[in-house]
C-alpha cells in the first residue's frame, strides 16, 4: 500500500502524523512511504530523515494526495485537502466531527472513508486519544497559571502560594485522562485542587491515587457553588465522539473574580461552556464576563516533538495493520477497529456525530459490507 504524509497545514499545527522509525517498518514491510517536504521539520524530523529510511519526498500536497491510498494526518482535514480527498482514500487522524457540521458534510461528499483517532475504543478505553490528553492536561495547568499573571490579564494569583499565604484554588471538571493529568500537575504546584466527576468508581480511584486533590460529585449546583471560590477552571470533559456538553453557562461565569482563568481542553469537541470559542496559540485568550479564556484548539501542537512521538506510540500499529491488511481485513481482524470510523463512502458511521448534527446514520459493517 502507498501511505501518504502530508505537512499540517492547520494554524500553528507543528505535529507530523508519521515519524521515520515508523516510516522505516512500514518500508520493511514493503510498503511505499510518501511524505511530503517539510511535513517532519515542526517535529525537529528534517526530509533527510525520512529519505534515510527509503520514503519518497514529494514537492507538494497534490503529490502526496494523488499517490496515496492511506492518508495519515494529524489534525482534521483543512478545505484545501478535503477538495484533494475522494471515494479511493482511507484517511486516518483526529477529526472531532461533533463540533462542525460542514466538515461533517464535506467529508461525506468526497466519499472517503475517515477513521477518527479519539474514537476508537479498545476495551472501554481511547488508546489514541489518552496521550493527547494527557499532554492537553498537563498543559492547562501550565497555561493556566501562567496567565493568572497580571501581565497576562490574571487577577495576579500564584498558585502555588508562599508560607503565610494560600494556594491558589483549581477546580478541574472531569477525572479522564486530561483531568487526571491536569489534577497532578496543579497539585505538583502546590495548587489547591478539586476535582470534579461523574463516575463514582472513577472518584474512588482519583481519591486513593490522587494525593493532594478532593473529587466533588459533578452536577450544576457543585459546579457553581465552587465558581466564585476558584482562581482556574480547567475543562477536561469528554464524550466520546459527541459534542462537550455545555455545563458552564454564562450567568455562571459571572460568579467568578475578575481575572479568573478558565482552560478549556474541551475546545476541540465544541468546548464545555457557552461561552467558549476556539483560538490559536498565536492568540491564544479572549475575555468573557471578566474571565480570562484559554481555548487553543490544538493544544499539544505547541510541543510538537514530544507530542509527534507518544501520538506514534499509539498510532503505529494501527497504520501498520491498515497497510497490511487493507482497510475491510483490518476491521476483521481487529473489529475494535469499526468504532475508529466515522464516514464510509459517503456514510455517515458514528452515532454521537450524527445525534450532534441530526444527520442519518449507517453502521460502519453496513457502509463497508463488512459481515
Not at 525520512?50 to 497534490?62: M, S
Not at 489534525?75 to 484517511?91: C, D, S, Y
Not at 510541543?303 to 491488511?325: F, I, P, S
Request: a negative charge; one cysteine or more; charged letters at 20%.
Amino acid at each position: 500500500m502507498t501511505i501518504g504524509v502530508p505537512k499540517e497545514i492547520k494554524i500553528q499545527e507543528h505535529r507530523v502524523s508519521v515519524i521515520p522509525s515508523a516510516t522505516a517498518e512500514l518500508v520493511h514491510r514493503g510498503h511505499r512511504v510518501v511524505v511530503q517536504t517539510g511535513a517532519g521539520d515542526g517535529a525537529s524530523y528534517p526530509d533527510a530523515l525520512y529519505e534515510a529510511v527509503g520514503a519518497e519526498i514529494l514537492p507538494d500536497a497534490d503529490a502526496v494526495f494523488g499517490e496515496a491510498q492511506l492518508i495519515v494526518k494529524v489534525k482534521e482535514p483543512q478545505p484545501e485537502e478535503i477538495a484533494r480527498l475522494g471515494p479511493q482514500h482511507v484517511l486516518f487522524t483526529y477529526l472531532h466531527l461533533a463540533a462542525s457540521k460542514q466538515l461533517t458534510e464535506e467529508l461525506l461528499a468526497s466519499g472517503c472513508t475517515a477513521l477518527a483517532y479519539e474514537t476508537l475504543k479498545v476495551n472501554h478505553r481511547l488508546p489514541l486519544l489518552e496521550p493527547m490528553s494527557e499532554i492537553a492536561g498537563r498543559m492547562s495547568a501550565i497555561v493556566g497559571s501562567y496567565h493568572l499573571a497580571n501581565h497576562r490579564g490574571g487577577r495576579g494569583t500564584l498558585l502555588g502560594g508562599v508560607p503565610g499565604v494560600a494556594p491558589g484554588r483549581v477546580m478541574v471538571i472531569g477525572g479522564g485522562s486530561a483531568g487526571i493529568n491536569a489534577a497532578r500537575v496543579s497539585s505538583g504546584i502546590g495548587a489547591d485542587v478539586t476535582i470534579l466527576e461523574v463516575d463514582f468508581e472513577r472518584m474512588r480511584f482519583l481519591d486513593i491515587t490522587m494525593e493532594g486533590a478532593s473529587t466533588l460529585y459533578s452536577t450544576e449546583a457543585n459546579i457553581a457553588e465552587q465558581l466564585p471560590r476558584v482562581d482556574l477552571i480547567i475543562g477536561a470533559v469528554l464524550v466520546p465522539g459527541a459534542a462537550a456538553p455545555k455545563l458552564i453557562t454564562r450567568e455562571m461565569l459571572r460568579q467568578m473574580q475578575p481575572g479568573s482563568v478558565f482552560v478549556d481542553i474541551a475546545i476541540d469537541q465544541g468546548g464545555c461552556s457557552e461561552t467558549s470559542r476556539p483560538t490559536t496559540h498565536d492568540d491564544p485568550t479572549y475575555f468573557e464576563e471578566d474571565v480570562l479564556h484559554y481555548c487553543v484548539a490544538n493544544m499539544p501542537g505547541a510541543y510538537a516533538r514530544t507530542a509527534t512521538q507518544a501520538l506514534n506510540n499509539v498510532t503505529h500499529r494501527w497504520t501498520l495493520l491498515l497497510a497490511e491488511e487493507g482497510l475491510q481485513g483490518a476491521c476483521r481482524k481487529r473489529p475494535e477497529l469499526l468504532t475508529a470510523i466515522n464516514t464510509a463512502q459517503g456514510h455517515l458511521t458514528c452515532a454521537p456525530v450524527g445525534t450532534a448534527h441530526d444527520l442519518p446514520v449507517l453502521s460502519p459493517s453496513e457502509a463497508l459490507s463488512i459481515s
